[in-house]
């Protein structure tokens, strides 16, 4: 997952320039021509500091990168600037600041320990909204970059133009002067109301108390010896993911997965419920004024998919193709579950998981807790890098820097001797930190000027003891985002922001990710890593039944994430005066998910994506059909393939946004991407 508070930024609040410049060059020497009109300085008022030093020191620095931009914006009211090359340069020098400053504030706010450093990222955030709105209406400088002549820019540029263009009309730039005010208004009034829905999933992680070890039984013994009772007898468990997925894998008391499933299902409810009600009537009311019927028309509009016509039926395509497989399985469970409880007649939500681990186990003799204790967290890691170096071409070296907690270790990235990007990984769940998995850009790379910068965001075991075990679904997870961290280390080579990283379409920036996850089912490559701590490797004949069970459950999981796309869309793709969340989710549930809606849950309020992707979750779904696609090529050619590889790496990875995705693909594949992949491993028989 690509951090969503970045995409928030460029998306829902109404950014036409992602970033901004330090001192723009044409402004500066016209202004220093004698005649020379001075720039009309808007005022604005003073930022309000913190007491507490760290954050007083971040948000002073944050004021200092707003004043420059202020200054740059200001000038276009008295400059006539070029209307040329120059033009552009100086509007990707003003993207490069605001794209650092909102990218670390979306960082600090997720993950600094210090509370007040997260509530001054806020901040941070807040005032580059309202500026780069300002930017995005601006009639002074859309009408200097409208004058442009295309014909003598570059390829590159002429994309950069188009796109700006393109991007300050969705922002209402041609509206007149009481309307873009109300836009104005409304997008940061959306910027604050989504950072209060983001607050309160982050801080709204629940405790689950358990009476006895008793309860406990089915669980690893090393959950088991990391979870001691206090001095009450009781156990705390909480909804951070190293506690809550094992529990709902392993534990065989029903009882205790559906009271756990419950809590977690509850997060940060009833706080997000009004929260989100009021973030759904504001970006309908912006998408209005815009002169668009609904958000999610505006939203799809720029993405692979064009429409939520399109989309609805993307989704309704993929279920209908996912339903017999799905049903099957269902029965499989039911069966399953009958086993224990003969007057079974349903599966439930909470039991899902449980009962595929006992047929997982029984069918295709794939013990998870037995396959977890090849994954000791640092190997994993290691195993990773290994790969990445071996595919690439690259190395990848420690980076001594400062970090932001103690747990989080730095690298840098090498092609040759060249120093090519660098990355954090913030690997482990602490308070106040974000609670799921995701790449955060901090610094887009620039030729010539700036290297990239990202950090990897997850919740995985291992802080206290890098031996701490991983699920091979964490292994996984690990890969996928380390894609996103390696699109934006490739593509780091362009003059613009707006090429530079993971700026591609939207629905298409999970494909890479989603490819790369083939790997961890490859014994080849888990043998070159995978050990327990006898420092045996993973038995090859256990992988080949790993593979064999991966097909069990594709069906249910394709179904449960259609439910979710669809809430996504459906959410937004209306007047929310005639939506009722917690009717709307249960229906939608109804119709995609086999599992039915559990009573007294209300998942919506720590649905995070309904802030930060909002009515495009179907973006997954979507990407995951093209990286069925591209993986074809390495199943021909071979997974280790480092010719394969290194096209892949030139061809989808390197462009970053300077091309159409279905173009990227193409220049990979030699032909347009296809459905055929994805369809064939969904309709494989059980």
């Not at 950014?15 to 005649?35: E, G, R």
């Not at 091979?472 to 593509?491: K, N, Y």
Request: aromatic content about 10%; hydrophobic content about 35%.
């Amino acid at each position: 997952m690509i951090n969503p508070s970045r995409k928030v930024h460029s998306k829902s609040k109404q950014i036409v320039l992602s970033a901004v410049c330090l001192i723009m060059v044409a402004c500066s020497q016209s202004s220093s021509k004698p005649n020379a009109k001075q720039p009309q300085i808007t005022q604005r008022p003073a930022w309000e500091l913190p007491t507490d030093a760290e954050a007083k020191a971040y948000l002073a620095e944050c004021e200092t990168d707003f004043k420059k931009l202020a200054f740059e914006l200001d000038s276009f009211s008295s400059v006539s600037t070029t209307k040329d090359k120059s033009l552009l340069d100086k509007l990707n020098r003003m993207d490069m600041i605001s794209d650092a400053q909102m990218s670390k504030a979306g960082l600090y706010s997720s993950v600094h320990p210090n509370k007040e450093v997260r509530s001054a990222a806020e901040a941070c955030e807040q005032h580059f909204v309202e500026i780069n709105t300002d930017i995005s209406l601006s009639r002074a400088i859309y009408d200097q970059v409208s004058k442009i002549d295309a014909s003598q820019l570059g390829a590159e540029d002429k994309r950069y133009l188009e796109h700006m263009l393109r991007d300050f009309h969705r922002s209402g730039v041609d509206k007149d002067d009481a309307t873009r005010d109300k836009i104005k208004k409304l997008s940061e009034e959306i910027n604050l109301i989504g950072q209060e829905f983001d607050k309160n999933y982050r801080d709204g992680g629940r405790k689950i108390e358990v009476a006895s070890v008793k309860e406990l039984d089915g669980l690893p013994k090393d959950y088991i010896e990391r979870h001691k009772p206090n001095s009450d007898g009781k156990i705390i468990l909480t909804t951070d993911s190293p506690d809550y997925i094992p529990l709902m894998q392993y534990a065989k008391s029903d009882a205790l997965r559906a009271r756990a499933y419950r809590v977690y299902r509850s997060m940060a409810y009833p706080e997000n419920k009004p929260v989100l009600e009021n973030l759904l009537v504001k970006r309908y009311e912006l998408s209005q004024l815009l002169g668009y019927s609904d958000y999610a028309t505006y939203v799809t509009e720029d993405k692979m998919i064009k429409s939520p016509k399109n989309a609805q039926e993307f989704i309704d395509k993929v279920s209908t193709l996912a339903t017999p497989r799905t049903q099957a399985e269902y029965q499989v469970l039911l069966k399953r579950l009958q086993k224990i409880d003969p007057k079974a007649t349903r599966v439930n939500d909470w039991q899902k998981m449980y009962l595929q681990e006992l047929i997982k186990k029984e069918k295709y003799q794939v013990d998870a807790q037995k396959v977890r204790q090849y994954f000791p967290y640092a190997r994993v890691q290691q195993g990773i890098f290994d790969l990445t170096q071996a595919m690439f071409g690259v190395t990848i070296k420690p980076w001594q820097t400062q970090t932001w907690h103690p747990s989080v270790k730095a690298f840098e990235i090498y092609d040759g001797d060249k120093v090519i990007g660098r990355f954090y990984l913030d690997m482990h769940p602490r308070e106040g930190k974000y609670k799921h998995a995701a790449q955060f850009g901090i610094q887009s790379g620039i030729k010539g000027v700036q290297l990239p910068i990202a950090a990897l965001v997850c919740n995985f075991p291992g802080g206290e003891n890098p031996n701490d075990l991983l699920e091979h679904s964490d292994v996984e997870t690990f890969l996928h985002e380390f894609g996103h961290l390696l699109h934006t280390m490739f593509s780091g080579d362009h003059e613009r922001v707006a090429f530079s990283g993971v700026k591609t379409e939207w629905d298409f920036v999970e494909a890479p990710s989603q490819m790369l996850e083939e790997w961890v089912w490859d014994a080849d490559t888990l043998a070159s890593f995978a050990r327990n701590e006898k420092g045996e490797v993973i038995p090859k004949n256990l992988v080949d039944k790993m593979r064999a069970g991966r097909d069990f459950g594709r069906g249910l999981w394709t179904k449960h994430q259609l439910f979710y796309a669809a809430t996504s869309l459906n959410l937004y793709n209306k007047n929310p005066a005639d939506i009722d969340l917690d009717k709307i989710t249960a229906q939608i549930q109804a119709t995609y998910s086999p599992f039915g809606y559990v009573d007294g849950t209300h998942f919506y309020a720590s649905f995070g994506h309904l802030n930060g992707y909002s009515a495009i979750y179907y973006t997954y779904m979507w990407s995951l059909v093209i990286a069925s696609d591209m993986f074809s090529e390495f199943e021909k050619q071979g997974l280790r393939n480092q010719a394969v590889a290194l096209k892949y790496r030139n061809s989808v990875l390197a462009p970053g946004g300077s091309k159409d995705a279905a173009d990227l693909v193409s220049d990979f594949l030699g032909r347009p991407f296809s459905f055929d992949a994805f369809a064939r491993k969904l309709e494989k028989s059980l």
